[in-house]
């Protein structure tokens, strides 16, 4: 059985008319029916979670037309629900516009992104010039606009002046309806222009949206709040609900029973587990959802397995650049998160972009914002400022981190003349002397970086093996025990499939007056009496190799334990 789904397709009327498989959010329109103190709403959400589609459904829900389009609403939620809403339909004008796209690489490219959305937005709405409903003084700053010679200022309060020529017109309040807002400033901060990018989006928002009279409602959506940076200083009206709010929670991404559904319809239910393990996680307020981009594009495929098609296509360059520059200054937590646990951080809801070079914190609140984490609350004491414990959500997330690894420390290891894939290479050998000259030219390259009278450099030596090993993912897994206690390996890299070498890891440290060989030999001892290699001989791998990696300072040895045995 197959079912048809949308891909890229955001257009809520285009979807329903094709008759294509639409997951029911118009509970949407409810929520924000249901706070009528409530005038403007900022909703923040990773790309690629339905924010564009939604808007398209808030459109066709609320704006005036002469086309009955209630056909696309009558067996959702929404109509369902009764009267009072209903009371809303196809009653207001609407300003709907978007920043997709407007990348801002330089500030002439965003000036010109600017105007053409505006005067796109305006040319909708060409018919305010037919008629007595604008004064000859509006007319000429309406095709000001229209044509591209229209100054700063009316592109700055175009918004307010729109909404006053449609309230003219229809007599009744107008609908703002802004998507990915955010956009241009994450591609400022990338090419250093935030401030002028910054200024225009303040006055475009408070000109619009503070104090409008003609304004009903407003909903605003991005990936992040940025408010420390004065987009909404001049604005008190704006309530916003992220991620972490339990408003509004079930609004985007897939839930499990919306995903249940959706399997069980294309007849393959036997892939919920599957697909819980690669695109499940995410936590939004108190509920746990999918990806719906991924899940989409795996139903799309009849007979595929699971991708990683969101973090393929969703536009993350400020993350991946944030992520390569800080690996090194916060690996240790990096390690914590490949290794399956977690950090626990207090978050900032107001991502302050400006303070990202300076700030671990802000990386942190970013990449669980953008949604390259989840957020679970932590309970504290009332006068304590709450935290959350960040994990890695999902296998197709994991792929991020390990790649921006890969990466980063393949550039590591040539500037000392090593190579990534010579290290991982010589460990899946069992070459213990090229494995050593490897992680050796790694550890000095790190330990150049770090302060060298610190007493534990080897603990940072330690910290970045498992970064090093996830680049050896999907085909081997790596998991640690460093915390497992007595009799378990330090490391054990298991192949996905039998027949290919497996490997086991011993770290330790030469301390207390121990030399580096004496190290050495307590490693192989340990990996020869509990028979660490037996769980890779129940997994078929094939051969074993297992080795003692000894760390004294910027020193690092390894020896091959011999007679571990294999099928």
């Not at 959010?25 to 900022?42: A, M, N």
């Not at 534990?456 to 970064?467: R, T």
Request: aromatic residues 8%; proline residues 5%.
């Amino acid at each position: 059985m197959s079912i048809q789904v949308p891909i890229g397709i955001d257009d809520f009327r285009r979807l329903r008319e094709l008759g294509l498989e639409y997951v029911d959010k118009s509970h949407l329109i409810q929520e924000l029916l249901d706070r009528p103190g409530t005038e403007v709403v900022l909703l923040p959400r990773p790309r690629r979670f339905g924010k564009t589609l939604n808007l398209s459904m808030l459109r066709c829900f609320f704006e005036r037309s002469p086309e009955d389009l209630s056909p696309l609403f009558r067996d959702l939620r929404v109509w369902q629900a009764g009267e009072p809403y209903r009371a809303h339909f196809q009653r207001y004008p609407v300003i709907h516009l978007t920043f997709k796209g407007v990348k801002a690489e330089c500030l002439d490219a965003f000036w010109e992104g600017v105007h053409d959305r505006i005067a796109r937005l305006f040319d909708e709405h060409r018919d305010l010039l037919d008629g007595d409903t604008l004064s000859d003084r509006e007319a000429r700053r309406y095709r000001a606009v229209l044509d591209g010679t229209a100054g700063r200022v009316a592109y700055e309060t175009a918004l307010l002046d729109l909404s006053s020529y449609l309230r003219r017109r229809h007599g009744e309040r107008v609908l703002i309806l802004l998507d990915e807002y955010d956009e241009p400033l994450h591609a400022a901060y990338v090419h250093g222009h935030a401030a002028q990018v910054i200024g225009f989006f303040r006055a475009f928002l408070t000109e619009g949206l503070k104090g409008n009279p003609h304004l009903f409602k407003a909903v605003l959506t991005g990936v992040l709040r940025v408010a420390r940076e004065s987009i909404f200083s001049g604005l008190n009206n704006v309530a916003v609900y992220s991620l972490l709010a339990p408003e509004f929670d079930t609004c985007f991404g897939f839930t499990e029973p919306e995903v249940e559904a959706l399997l069980a319809r294309s007849g393959r239910p036997e892939r919920l587990l599957s697909l819980r393990a690669w695109y499940n996680g995410y936590l939004f307020g108190n509920t746990v959802v999918y990806n719906p981009w991924s899940v989409l594009n795996f139903l799309s495929r009849e007979d595929g397995e699971p991708q990683p098609y969101w973090v393929n296509t969703s536009s993350n360059d400020l993350v991946r650049e944030q992520l390569e520059r800080r690996a090194l200054a916060l690996e240790p937590a990096f390690a914590a998160l490949l290794d399956g646990g977690s950090v626990e951080r207090v978050l900032d809801e107001s991502v302050p972009l400006g303070e990202l070079d300076r700030s671990d914190e802000v990386l942190w609140s970013l990449l669980v914002f953008t949604g390259y984490l989840r957020a679970e609350k932590r309970s504290r004491g009332p006068m304590e400022q709450p935290s959350h414990l960040l994990s890695i959500p999902n296998r197709e997330v994991r792929g991020v981190y390990t790649t921006t690894f890969r990466r980063w420390l393949g550039a590591r290891l040539e500037r000392q003349s090593g190579g990534l894939d010579r290290l991982l290479g010589a460990l899946l050998a069992g070459d213990a002397a090229r494995f050593e000259a490897q992680l050796q030219a790694f550890a000095t390259d790190v330990l150049s970086y770090h302060d060298a009278a610190r007493p534990d450099p080897e603990q940072v030596v330690q910290g970045s093996v498992l970064g090093l090993l996830a680049a050896l993912e999907p085909e081997y897994q790596v998991r640690s025990n460093r915390e497992s206690g007595r009799g378990r390996p330090d490391v054990i890299i298991r192949p996905a499939q039998p027949g290919r070498p497996g490997v086991v890891l011993e770290l330790k440290v030469a301390r207390g007056g121990k030399a580096l060989e004496q190290a050495l030999e307590e490693g192989i001892e340990q990996i020869r009496r509990n028979d660490h290699a037996a769980e890779l001989r129940a997994a078929g791998a094939a051969p074993i190799h297992a080795l003692a990696v000894a760390f004294d300072g910027k020193v690092v040895r390894a020896a091959r334990a011999p007679d571990v045995g294999g099928p």
